[in-house]
């Protein structure tokens, strides 16, 4: 596609429950990453995909939070155990290089908890 | 300490006027830099990088970076309404594949 595409745009979940988020990067893009953003924040990171391994996941905040990309392009975030903190928007971005900085981002994908 | 720290605004400045957009880092490893532009309800778009110190121009946008002072500031020339929005800092370290967002500063350019 044209963009970084994020599916779906909105969840909204009860406490406790199984959430996945999808990314799918622009195309032929080989890093992705994932960062959250709560609001009036800047963006959090979470993890960095450079093909299919995830190359730096220490911005997991635990052992919740879980991605996966498993053929080197779409990226799926999952989070088990939903709490009410999790509520932000999740923001997944690409870049052509992995590490030019020039990251492309989609519109993201908001989570609120219940 | 944060990683990337910007005044969060928000900073207003009449149509056609200068906006002088700053920001700090902690880490001296830090070596590329970046401005993002997030409207209300978007997600960042990249307005401006830069690498080495000094100036960098694009159109309306400057960007200039200190590394010796660890500070990085945005000016955005003749300023339109359409500039209101949240401009995010972020900052790269060597190994480039983090980086590290500041809180955004929200600008207001007044018609």
């Known amino acids: 596609g044209a963009g970084v595409s994020q599916t779906p745009s909105n969840k909204v979940t009860e406490k406790g429950k199984y959430v996945e988020l999808r990314c799918d990067p622009i195309?032929?893009?080989?890093?992705l990453y994932w960062y959250r953003q709560s609001l009036g924040q800047g963006p959090e990171f979470l993890i960095y995909f450079q093909g299919t391994g995830a190359a730096d996941d220490s911005g997991l905040p635990n052992d919740r939070f879980f991605a996966v990309r498993p053929e080197g392009s779409v990226s799926t975030l999952k989070i088990q155990r939903t709490e009410r903190g999790d509520s932000a928007v999740y923001l997944c971005?690409?870049?052509?290089?992995?590490?030019?900085?020039?990251?492309?981002f989609g519109e993201g994908s908001r989570l609120t908890v219940l | 300490q944060k990683e990337v720290e910007q005044n969060s605004g928000p900073l207003s400045v009449p149509e056609g006027a200068i906006a002088s957009l700053n920001c700090t880092y902690s880490d001296r490893v830090s070596q590329s830099f970046f401005w993002y532009r997030q409207y209300s309800g978007k997600s960042p778009e990249l307005i401006m990088s830069?690498?080495?110190?000094g100036d960098k121009e694009d159109g309306r946008f400057t960007a200039q970076l200190n590394k010796a002072s660890q500070y990085v500031s945005l000016l955005i020339r003749d300023s339109q309404p359409s500039d209101s929005a949240t401009y995010l800092c972020a900052a790269g370290k060597y190994n480039f594949n983090k980086f590290y967002f500041g809180s955004g500063t929200k600008l207001n350019v007044k018609p």
């Open positions: 195309s032929g893009h080989t890093a």
């Open positions: 971005a690409s870049s052509q290089t992995g590490g030019s900085g020039e990251l492309f």
């Open positions: 830069i690498y080495s110190n």
